[in-house]
């Protein structure tokens, strides 16, 4: 069953603007992750964030976790037409969990 | 990091077909293999999952079914395949325990006519 239900579902933006992305989920968790899709490919792990933890940089990304919220926020800073994708978050239940569960994502569009 | 293969990369086959979906692994070993569908414009579901050679989970009741004859490689089959079974199907692993990212292989698009 999908745990993380991302917000909003679809996403335009201009190049160059930021773009913020949510993510809730119901229990508790070990870790989140988020992944990046291009269209018709496989997935691509971007970034990890364990429950202790608030916040994580990655190059243009930045990642925060609210474990008291359940909520998960990913930001891109100064999007290019590369970052076109749909963006998925996933949760971890547990360390000795094995599956992750996936929202249904958010599709974002940069208009050049 | 560790390299995912798919194959085919598209599939087109009439209803009540038998299916077989391949997937390997390199740069890893004793990885965790999973098997995922992803209907158009949704999120993943995950129909099986793998520890070990021989050990297969199933997280859904279907018409599909996982082999894991070696370390790396992780197979999906069907006998007869259901209009209800296209999509688009995705092989990940991680090394190690779930807490790990998961590396995906490229995906399968099935189509069932």
């Known amino acids: 069953s999908q745990q993380g239900e991302e917000d909003p579902q679809a996403l335009s933006i201009q190049e160059g603007e930021n773009a913020t992305m949510n993510c809730s989920y119901k229990?508790?968790?070990?870790?989140l992750q988020w992944y990046r899709q291009n269209s018709g490919r496989g997935l691509v792990h971007l970034i990890l964030?364990?429950?202790?933890?608030r916040e994580k940089h990655s190059g243009r990304l930045r990642v925060t976790l609210d474990t008291s919220k359940k909520s998960s926020s990913l930001l891109i800073t100064a999007s290019r037409a590369a970052d076109t994708a749909s963006y998925f978050c996933?949760?971890?239940?547990?360390?000795?969990?094995?599956?992750?569960?996936f929202g249904a994502g958010t599709t974002v569009t940069v208009r050049a | 990091s560790q390299t995912i293969h798919q194959w085919p990369a598209t599939l087109v086959q009439p209803v009540g077909s038998p299916l077989s979906l391949e997937c390997t692994v390199e740069?890893?070993?004793?990885?965790?293999l999973y098997w995922y569908r992803q209907a158009a414009g949704r999120g993943l579901q995950l129909l099986f999952y793998?520890?070990?050679?021989?050990?297969i989970s199933s997280e859904v009741p279907q018409n599909l079914s996982a082999s894991r004859p070696q370390d790396r490689q992780f197979i999906l089959s069907s006998k007869k395949l259901l209009l209800s079974d296209s999509g688009f199907y995705l092989c990940?692993?991680?090394?190690?325990?779930?807490?790990?990212?998961?590396?995906f292989g490229p995906g399968t698009r099935l189509t069932v006519l």
């Open positions: 740069g890893t070993s004793n990885p965790n």
């Open positions: 990940a692993s991680t090394g190690g325990k779930g807490y790990n990212e998961q590396f």
């Open positions: 964030i364990r429950s202790n933890e």
């Open positions: 793998s520890v070990g050679i021989g050990q």
């Open positions: 229990t508790s968790i070990n870790n």
């Open positions: 996933a949760t971890l239940p547990g360390s000795n969990d094995y599956k992750l569960s």
